[in-house]
């Protein structure tokens, strides 16, 4: 598995817990658990620690950093002779932000611990004073 963190980007061997009582279906909870987040929740071969998806939404924010250097920082401080090695995740960094950025919004407004309860039009808007 790829995973993408804020140091870099690295190849490890992720295994699937097999305890007794785990179920083989919800391995993908065990990547959360973990402070990963999972690019697909059918066998996903690319994670992004919750860290690297935080910096991602600051530098955006603050900096306004495209989603393209970001990227390309990262593969910079993987290899910093040969970055065109790195893998690229790019299109991945994309789905997962866009997906971090809307779970954030919904905790922030309160609407992250009530499944049923949609935000509605407007519910998720930042008003300046």
Known sequence: MTIVHT?????CEVL?????????NDWHLDLLHQRLF?????????AFTFDVLDHFLIDALEC???????YQKLKRFTNIAFPERVPDRYRELM????LWRDLKHRKWFGF?????????DGGLALFCP
Do not use: L, N, Q, Y
């Not at 699937?16 to 083989?24: E, F, Q």
């Not at 999972?38 to 690319?46: C, E, G």
């Not at 992250?112 to 509605?120: E, L, N, R, V």
């Open 112 to 120: 992250g611990h009530d499944a049923g309860k949609d935000p509605g």
């Open 38 to 46: 999972p690019a697909s929740i059918s066998k996903p071969k690319t």
């Open 7 to 11: 140091e870099g980007i690295f190849s």
């Open 95 to 98: 789905m997962v932000s866009h």
């Open 64 to 70: 306004k950093t495209s989603a393209m250097s970001f």
């Open 16 to 24: 699937v817990c097999k305890c007794p009582r785990s179920d083989p």
